[in-house]
């Protein structure tokens, strides 16, 4: 199997903040036997690396010549930039089981959300897997079709790997579902016709006593 390359120098005895305003990263390789060794890598090479690889994409760590194939497996981010400012390595044998997380692809379309204007949530983009290191999956794929209603729902089950790869998440975790379209509240009703008329009847009321004033002082004027 071919292995993404990744070139690395001896960590010099200068302080991470030293190392990384030189343009690297410090970083530690452990595992598997292997001697807890320090090393540093360009920012820009070891960047575009991990955007390849990920957790689950062997790479060939190369030190001072020796090739050690590795998982990035931890890595630390400056809050403000993103920027990575610090990785760990696990060293792999290639000959003993290793258990990574590998990333979720989702495959078709579903009908809960092209015909009844579902939303799709992923509730897990990532599974635990173990097997041999050949054997490890850069991805899984997982298809959405069966999700016609907004009751179903597709779990680790559903995930098909190939032979000798096994997914360690509980079967019945749930993957993704489709929820129902958030409805818009309806404006109630207001009071009808009856209440409109009132103030024209009360108007209408008012004149008439008007009038009946009116012609009680027009009575008191011819007496």
């Known amino acids: 199997m071919k292995?993404?390359?990744?070139q690395t120098e001896a960590r010099p005895e200068a302080t991470a903040k030293t190392i990384r305003a030189d343009g690297k990263v410090p970083c530690v390789l452990y595992g598997n036997d292997v001697e807890h060794t320090q090393v540093a890598c360009d920012y820009s090479e070891l960047y575009r690396t991990y955007a390849k690889a990920g957790e689950s994409v062997l790479v060939e760590l190369d030190i001072a010549g020796k090739k050690v194939p590795v998982l990035f497996h931890e890595l630390q981010f400056e809050p403000v930039s993103d920027a990575i400012v610090?990785?760990?390595?696990?060293?792999v044998d290639m000959k003993k089981e290793i258990e990574a997380r590998?990333?979720?692809?989702?495959?078709?379309?579903a009908p809960?959300?092209?015909?009844?204007?579902?939303?799709?949530?992923?509730?897990?983009?990532?599974?635990?897997v173990?097997?041999?290191?050949?054997?490890?999956?850069?991805?899984?794929?997982?298809?959405?079709?069966?999700l016609e209603t907004f009751a179903d729902s597709v779990i680790v089950s559903d995930v098909t790997t190939a032979d000798g790869v096994v997914i360690t998440d509980d079967p019945d975790s749930m993957i993704a579902t489709?929820?129902?379209?958030?409805?818009?509240?309806?404006?109630?009703?207001?009071?009808?016709?009856?209440?409109?008329?009132?103030?024209?009847?009360?108007?209408?009321?008012?004149k008439e006593e008007g009038g009946e004033a009116a012609a009680e002082g027009g009575e008191d004027k011819k007496e």
């Open 102 to 109: 590998v990333p979720l692809h989702f495959l078709g379309e």
């Open 3 to 6: 292995m993404l390359s990744l």
């Open 178 to 206: 489709v929820q129902e379209p958030r409805k818009d509240a309806e404006p109630e009703p207001t009071e009808a016709a009856e209440g409109e008329e009132t103030p024209a009847g009360e108007d209408g009321e008012k």
């Open 130 to 146: 173990k097997c041999l290191p050949t054997a490890l999956p850069s991805h899984l794929e997982v298809s959405i079709e069966k």
């Open 112 to 128: 809960a959300v092209k015909e009844l204007g579902g939303v799709l949530v992923s509730v897990m983009d990532h599974v635990s």
């Open 86 to 91: 610090h990785v760990d390595f696990f060293a």
